[in-house]
């Protein structure tokens, strides 16, 4: 069992910059798959990045690509998500999402294809 924190939301102008902590708790998470996704008032939750530890792979939606970075800090067992140039758009919830296993959907943008989430980060531009 992994517990995830987001962290580093706000209030920013558009053309800000902000970054996003998401902190695990139970487990070294090194090795999991981590998504962010976020939702926006009265939208439904939706892609913003995947990295996948076991394929090498980061995948970025088109809206955020880049202008929005994720890394990783294991020895501190969190992931950030650097949000650069943000836009009104990019107002919403941010949640982390984490998947231990390798086996499975491959579809790492589907909310479905992860086992653990954070409560959510608030992050508001302003126009």
């Known amino acids: 069992q992994v517990q995830l924190e987001e962290s580093g939301g706000g209030l920013v102008q558009t053309g800000g910059s902000l970054r996003l902590s998401c902190a695990a708790s139970?487990?070294?998470?090194?090795?999991?798959?981590i998504g962010w996704f976020r939702q926006g008032p009265g939208k439904e939750r939706e892609f913003v990045v995947s990295t996948i530890p076991w394929s090498s792979t980061t995948t970025y939606s088109t809206s955020v690509k880049g202008r929005f970075t994720i890394s990783r800090d294991n020895a501190k067992n969190t992931v950030y998500l650097q949000m650069n140039r943000l836009q009104f758009e990019d107002t919403a919830v941010y949640y982390c999402?984490?998947?231990?296993?390798?086996?499975?959907?491959?579809?790492?943008?589907?909310?479905?294809?992860?086992?653990?989430w954070g409560q959510g980060t608030q992050v508001t531009v302003s126009s």
């Open positions: 139970g487990r070294t998470f090194s090795s999991y798959a």
């Open positions: 999402a984490a998947r231990a296993s390798a086996f499975g959907s491959s579809d790492f943008s589907s909310q479905a294809s992860y086992d653990y």
